[in-house]
């Protein structure tokens, strides 16, 4: 099967080819451009991870050192014990204000004593949800916080100030917070050193902190810085990333997310758990919501930090970006570059170009089989000219061996129809005048433009010839027939007439009877009565046998009378004294049956062994080869009064379907052969002439809208041809009126066309045909305005 396949004309091809060898070179150009822009990208971003560790390390540190140093300073004022007098320690709070004036991410510093005195000093600027909660307007910068005890009770006064630290209003409620209690102030008093907490969410507002303390020296007093860690999320916001990156710092002990360059919760748990992961997983890419990121994973390990790590995806594509840019760049000039080309080159392909289409053109008058057309083609291209030079001799070989083949091959075609039509001295016509009427019903169509002949048409030599092949070949199936069974001329014939074999037991029944007569003379019965006893006796024998030969030409349609009589002549015997199971072959004796081999023998009978089976070809592999119908059960039925009792004909239903076969066969045959494309046509063409326009015909039961024109007209070529033929043997030839009458009845019936029909009689082909193959007396006149449909 041939394989549709794209195909480039040769200017396409040549343009194709430069543009591909281009475009390797650009390729691989490109791909060169993009794997070392991978490894500067790589570098980079190892260089921006770098970049970034040591930096934020370096934040980090500074933030320890800043709170170590001053706190450890703080520790050494001997103000501490006096921090909460009212307004009377300008000292302390001064220091609290410079320090936290430094740096904008302390959120507050504060002293815890031993009989439970607090003081503090809280940033308000370094949240605005700190105002809120204090309800404090802008002019107010700082907020003083004391708890002391007084009669037993805890008094908390908060004093807010302004940036020149005046006082701007006072508050006072009672409290239960007691510092000695806490965390930050419990191990402060164990350590002899600086103590930092594990970062905890403040309060008073949604940040994340950290708590400093120390122990002042020889005293239970202790020193408290509190740091907002929402200033490293600052941090880490400000610094100058590729855009779309994210930077995490993650406390893995913890299993906490401190801080962040992009909007999080912080109690994000599946981000918490995705971070631990990479950690864990020493992953270097993530894919986050369809996009790709490079991840870099750094531990934060230091002097004042452990077990936190800077954790940073940087994403793929912006890395990538401006090399894709220079690499699209690239491209661009690439493409440019072939568009100024592809002019060029196509005016310069012209040269190749117009010789190659103008042998195209030569090689498709050769597949067109238009040999005496093709001609030489010039060319400056020498290899070129050569080859034109050889395609038109080329047409010409080719054209020879097509002739000659097409010779031999239509030779073998009408050797093939005359060896079926020898086959039978009977039928020897048939295979020779069917495409005589078949060419000359196609022909008339094909001249006619309107109803169902507008698109058919005869258009060239080989149409013809597929149509011509179709009709001498649309009884091969013949061949596989027995000559027997095509030239049954009476019921009990085989391979000869078997009516005398059955005239022999008459005449031995006769002789039986006459032998009676003289053994009963010898008896010295009456003469007389014997004589008149035996001529009745003998002329009844006569009578039927006489009535059996008659039956046995098959001229009448059987009565039911006359089958009965048969079965009554069946019930005469006659008595064998032979083995008839001697001199036979071996298939003979295989249908050989215990009930035939009986001494009194039935004058005419139906035995056992007349039936013979069939072996192949059963229904069910008759219907898978897309055939319907009934296959009868057996290959052949001998019996003699089954033969004999056929109604119509000398067929047995049989023989009948032995002789429908025939086509069955043709359309199995004419399947095999490999018709090249001009004749594809021709198994249907041939093999749907016993067809109806009903789906009453053998053997596939197609209709009208399943069969072809030249399929419908042979059709009616065939049933014409074996209406008016005048060598069959089993009927008298039919005159052209009685021959056009049964025609219009089966046009009628829908058995063929009525449009073909009546073509055939206005195109005066019937009478045509007639005056040159049929017999004078068959000749009579027609009146086809009977048969006409006159609307």
Not at 36 to 59: G, I, Q, R
Not at 77 to 88: F, I, V
Not at 688 to 712: C, D, N, V
Not at 733 to 754: C, R, T, V
């Amino acid at each position: 099967m041939k394989i549709n396949r794209f195909q480039f004309n040769i200017r396409t091809t040549i343009l194709s080819t430069f543009f591909v060898i281009i475009g390797l070179l650009a390729v691989v150009s490109l791909a060169l451009q993009y794997y070392f822009s991978t490894e500067l990208a790589n570098k980079a971003v190892n260089n921006t991870v770098k970049y970034l560790s040591d930096k934020t390390l370096s934040k980090l540190n500074s933030i320890d050192k800043f709170s170590f140093e001053h706190i450890s300073l703080l520790t050494l004022s001997s103000s501490l014990e006096d921090a909460t007098l009212k307004r009377k320690n300008k000292d302390m709070l001064q220091k609290f204000v410079t320090i936290m004036s430094h740096q904008d991410y302390i959120y507050a510093m504060y002293v815890g004593q031993e009989n439970g005195d607090f003081y503090e000093v809280i940033n308000l600027n370094i949240d605005p949800s700190l105002r809120i909660k204090y309800k404090s307007p802008q002019d107010e910068r700082w907020l003083v916080v004391k708890i002391i005890t007084q009669n037993n009770k805890r008094i908390k006064i908060q004093e807010y100030l302004d940036s020149s630290l005046r006082l701007k209003r006072t508050e006072t409620v009672l409290t239960s917070y007691n510092p000695v209690k806490r965390p930050w102030y419990k191990k402060a008093l164990q350590s002899q050193n600086m103590i930092k907490t594990d970062p905890y969410m403040f309060s008073n507002f949604d940040s994340l902190g950290v708590t400093y303390s120390q122990k002042a020296t020889n005293t239970n007093t202790v020193v408290s810085m509190d740091i907002s860690l929402g200033s490293i999320t600052h941090f880490l916001q400000k610094q100058e990333l590729i855009k779309g990156s994210k930077l995490y710092i993650y406390n893995k002990k913890h299993n906490q997310l401190i801080a962040s360059n992009s909007n999080f919760e912080k109690t994000n748990t599946t981000l918490s758990m995705t971070l631990k992961n990479l950690i864990e997983s020493d992953t270097k890419s993530l894919e986050v919501s369809n996009k790709n990121y490079f991840v870099s994973v750094v531990d934060l390990k230091s002097k004042y930090v452990s077990d936190e790590f800077l954790i940073l995806l940087l994403p793929e594509e912006e890395i990538m970006k401006p090399y894709i840019e220079k690499i699209t760049l690239s491209i661009y000039a690439n493409v440019i570059l072939l568009l100024i080309m592809m002019p060029i080159i196509w005016y310069t392909s012209k040269i190749i170009i117009n010789p190659i289409k103008s042998l195209e053109e030569e090689n498709y008058k050769i597949k067109n089989r238009n040999f005496n057309k093709v001609v030489s083609v010039d060319s400056h291209i020498k290899e070129l000219d050569s080859l034109s030079n050889s395609m038109v001799s080329m047409s010409h070989s080719i054209e020879d061996y097509e002739i000659a083949q097409g010779k031999l091959m239509d030779s073998i075609i009408e050797l093939i129809a005359s060896a079926i039509d020898a086959k039978s001295e009977y039928t020897a016509g048939h295979g020779k005048r069917v495409p005589i009427i078949t060419m000359m019903i196609a022909e008339k169509a094909s001249e006619i433009d309107t109803g169902i002949f507008k698109d058919f048409s005869l258009k060239d030599d080989e149409a013809e010839r597929e149509l011509k092949i179709a009709a001498l070949l649309h009884d091969c199936g013949k061949i596989t027939t027995p000559e027997y069974v095509v030239d049954k001329a009476t019921k009990l014939e085989t391979i000869y007439n078997r009516i005398h074999e059955i005239r022999t037991r008459f005449e031995v029944v006769h002789r039986d009877l006459e032998i009676l007569y003289y053994k009963k003379l010898q008896n010295s019965e009456d003469k007389e009565a014997l004589l008149s006893w035996l001529e009745k006796e003998q002329s009844s024998l006569q009578d039927d046998f006489e009535f059996i030969a008659n039956c046995n030409i098959g001229g009448e349609f059987m009565s039911d009378e006359y089958i009965e009589r048969i079965q009554r002549i069946a019930n005469i015997t006659w008595t064998k004294n032979f083995d008839d199971t001697l001199g036979l072959s071996q298939n003979e004796r295989e249908r050989l049956s215990p009930e035939d081999d009986t001494k009194v023998q039935s004058l005419i009978a139906d035995k056992q062994n007349h039936i013979i089976k069939r072996t192949r070809y059963f229904q069910e592999e008759y219907e898978s080869d897309g055939f319907k119908g009934e296959v009868p059960s057996n290959l052949y039925n001998l019996g003699e009064v089954y033969n004999l009792s056929v109604k119509k004909g000398t067929l047995t239903e049989e023989e009948r379907f032995k002789i429908n076969e025939h086509i069955i066969m043709t359309i199995k045959m004419l399947d095999q052969l490999p018709f090249p494309e001009q004749l594809k046509n021709v198994p249907e063409f041939a093999g749907a002439h016993h067809e109806t326009l009903i789906g009453t015909g053998y053997p596939k039961q197609l209709t009208k809208e399943q069969m072809s024109i030249p399929a419908r007209i042979m059709a009616v070529a065939d049933i014409f041809e074996a209406l008016t033929a005048s060598d069959r043997p089993y009927k008298e030839p039919k005159k052209l009126s009685e021959s056009i009458k049964i025609l219009s009845s089966m046009a009628k019936d829908q058995h063929i066309d009525k449009d073909i029909f009546e073509l055939f009689l206005t195109s005066g082909v019937y009478k045509e045909y007639g005056e040159k193959f049929l017999q004078p007396d068959q000749i009579d006149e027609v009146d086809i305005s009977k048969y006409i449909n006159k609307n």
